[in-house]
């Protein structure tokens, strides 16, 4: 008897793990906001970190907060930012890139000069920058992830969107008189797709992984929001008398990298 991933062709082995682990974690997120539906910033002291109980399944913090109720808060903004700037990202780049290579001339000379002075600085270090203009803003949060990673979408499309626009059969369809957007889907779409969402799933892995990086040295989203880097390096301090609260959102963070690493993986 094949097993379930191979009933559904294209993907491969790793990438339907990586797809369960990022399914599990989203009908977590889901299920907690709609059965549970904590508040994740109401305090109550004297259930100071709790260990996990039949009422509080997850514990609690050192405020006794719910960490059940925060953990789908934070997988919940989590997801949804790494959506956002992926979804932002890839279309923003994938545009320009095939723009790029499409026109030429002084239009690619303009948008490989703005990607490589974006490129000279780390990503980390522009997310860092912008988001300590604006400390605990969602929006400009959002914006200088999105910033950062559509340069990968562009770089990558430009090159195969080169190649692409050379070859006879696009060309062929040229002659015959076919419009842009019909050789845009019918040659390059189908050339740069593998790229994309490859790009997309490494893409939501470095948002979320961004977005924890600058909870963790607290420019990015403040308190009480519940964040996963943020509740890391509030929770750091009390490692020794709750560990199982400090290694929920650690292991959230590995397991949304890891599932989105997967899901990236060759397919078959």
């Not at 008398?241 to 397919?267: M, S, V």
Request: charged share 10%; with cysteine.
């Amino acid at each position: 008897m094949k097993p379930f991933f191979a009933w559904i062709p294209g993907l491969s082995r790793s990438q339907w793990l990586g797809a369960a682990i990022l399914m599990a974690l989203i009908l977590f997120a889901l299920l907690e906001g709609w059965l549970h539906q904590g508040d994740s910033t109401r305090q109550n002291l004297s259930n100071y970190l709790t260990a996990p109980s039949a009422q509080e399944w997850f514990g609690t913090d050192h405020f006794g907060r719910s960490m059940l109720a925060r953990m789908g808060d934070a997988l919940r903004l989590s997801l949804m930012l790494s959506l956002f700037c992926v979804a932002t990202a890839a279309l923003l780049g994938t545009g320009l890139g095939v723009c790029a290579a499409w026109m030429g001339g002084i239009t690619e000379r303009l948008l490989n000069f703005l990607a490589n002075t974006l490129l000279a600085l780390p990503g980390l270090v522009l997310v860092l920058l912008l988001a300590a203009i604006a400390p605990g803003s969602f929006l400009v949060l959002y914006l200088a992830i999105s910033l950062v990673l559509w340069i990968e979408y562009y770089r990558v499309v430009r090159a195969q969107t080169q190649v692409v626009i050379r070859s006879p059969q696009l060309e062929a369809s040229r002659q015959l008189g076919f419009g842009r957007w019909y050789l845009f889907r019918r040659h390059i779409w189908p050339a740069i797709r593998p790229s994309v969402l490859t790009l997309a799933a490494f893409g939501a892995g470095n948002a979320i992984l961004a977005l924890a990086s600058i909870g963790f040295v607290y420019v990015g989203l403040q308190p009480p929001v519940a964040e996963l880097g943020l509740m890391v390096v509030e929770l750091l301090p009390y490692y020794n008398d709750a560990p199982w609260a400090l290694a929920q959102p650690i292991l959230a963070i590995f397991l949304l990298i890891l599932g989105f690493n997967l899901l990236a993986g060759k397919a078959k």
